[in-house]
């Protein structure tokens, strides 16, 4: 079965702070994808980023980077500079290789103070 | 572009009752995926449509059930409301046939009493 666990319920920090959002996940199969959304107030998920089980390589876009280690199961997500918009829940999820099927995580509460 | 469209906003209903929400995917993308997201459960996948076939379905009674249209609008049904069916339901679409980013609409949000 296929399982995603955000340990951090909620996170608050300083606005300029950096912060790292844990995402550990299990599945037995070999192919898969890993996602990253963010849930702002007004609802919607908005995608941020996905990775197949293949592409182990780091990522970052902008403040933004992504860990992928297979060894350990884990794609964790860092915010460089935070800002009071990042505040937000942010969903980690596990998707098959074939349809859209996705397994989220809990997410995890991101208050960004100024 | 206009991004998926789900009507109505907001939702009030009646235990008992029975509900209908519908989805407008972005043009051209023929896969929509309903996901319920409740305080207690977080998101949790209901069903996927790919050209008017369901494609997958997650671990819900017999009571969720959708449709896909030709012009891959989607609408689920939820028949006999329970108070436990308060929940913000996502619709998203994406437009390749395998494991793609999904695109969400703002949801429905059913409030059932």
């Known amino acids: 079965a296929q399982k995603v666990t955000q340990a951090q319920t909620e996170i608050s920090v300083v606005e300029k702070e950096d912060v790292t959002l844990d995402c550990v996940y299990e599945t037995r199969d070999t192919t898969y994808y890993l996602f990253w959304y963010k849930q702002p107030p007004s609802g919607e998920l908005v995608f941020l980023i996905r990775?197949?089980?293949?592409?182990?390589q780091n990522e970052i876009s902008g403040r933004y980077s992504w860990n992928f280690q297979k060894s350990t199961s884990s794609f964790n997500f860092t915010i460089t500079a935070s800002q009071v918009v990042d505040s937000a829940v942010y969903f980690c999820?596990?998707?098959?290789?074939?349809?859209?099927?996705?397994?989220f995580g809990a997410g995890t509460i991101l208050r960004v103070k100024s | 572009k206009a991004g998926v469209t789900q009507t109505p906003r907001y939702l009030i209903k009646t235990r008992g009752q029975q509900v209908t929400l519908s989805c407008s995917p972005i043009s051209g993308h023929r896969s929509v995926s309903w996901y319920q997201q409740t305080p207690g459960q977080g998101l949790q996948f209901l069903f996927e449509y790919f050209s008017e076939t369901q494609r997958n379905k997650g671990n819900f009674p017999g009571r969720f059930s959708g449709r896909q249209f030709s012009n891959s609008r989607s609408e689920m049904n939820v028949s006999t409301l329970e108070l436990g069916d308060s929940a913000l339901y996502l619709c998203?679409?994406?437009?390749?046939?395998?494991?793609?980013?999904?695109?969400f609409g703002n949801g429905t949000r059913l409030t059932v009493t």
């Open positions: 990775r197949n089980s293949f592409d182990e």
């Open positions: 999820a596990l998707g098959m290789e074939y349809g859209n099927k996705l397994v």
């Open positions: 998203a679409s994406s437009g390749e046939r395998g494991n793609s980013p999904l695109h």
